[in-house]
């Protein structure tokens, strides 16, 4: 199954500062894309908003390390647009470096004053909560379909920028009921199977997100070529993530509840 599916990359907390300075310098009153004969590159690296915790996908983000060490880097105004936090909608996050959601830097960035000491350049969110159960998580997903089918509408009719600010809304919610699924399904032996369906599934479908997102950001920097060339490629992720949400919501069993 490799239908759309993006290269994902391990980055190094230096090497996602770069990443996100480059897609993010231009954040900040931006409009459309500005048509020019930039020619893109036929494939691109994805840095992820986290994924699951363990998945079967190229490679695994390590959050004890990449994350960490992201978090406690010395802070300077070249790094002020470097990141965000996931979670945090403004318009200037579009195509940045998402700081994954993970419980090993959770303290780090739970306060406004916790985030000051360890990130004093990030902006702080506050913390994405997880679903409280699986019955929860599973509506959550349900309900959050419609809105992933809308971002083309967005892309279609040239607002990139609302299509950008709803994938900011939508990735984290997404991956934080998908990781209660599949973690409760892999508690149970019998549903062992049903688990790496969703897994798979769960991990595409954030993939072709955060592409789409990456996309978004490097149309507003002039790097795709025109607008139209910049949609194209866009719809593209997205097609590929409602097909991935397919995927996702049929592999959940439906006769499974807590």
Known sequence: NTKGRRRIKEVSASESLDFGKENCEHAVGRGDNNDNDNESDDHHDVTTYGGNKSTRRDVMLSAATTLTSLVLLPASPKQAQAACLAGDTSPDCIGCYKVPID???????????????????????????????????????????????????????????????????????????????ISTLEGRNEYTMKALRVEAAHSDLLASLGSADVLIGQSFAGQLGSITAAQIQILQDLRSANEYYDDLLKALPKEFSV
């Open 103 to 181: 419980e090993a830097i959770n303290s780090m960035v739970s306060t406004p004053e916790q985030l000051a000491k360890y990130a004093p350049d990030l902006r702080w969110s506050p913390p994405i909560e997880y679903p409280k159960n699986y019955n929860v998580a599973k509506d959550e997903i349900v309900q959050l379909k419609p809105d992933v089918n809308q971002l083309s509408s967005y892309v279609t009719k040239g607002d990139l920028t609302k299509a950008g600010v709803e994938i900011l809304r939508i990735v984290p919610r997404i991956t934080v009921a998908g990781r209660v699924l």
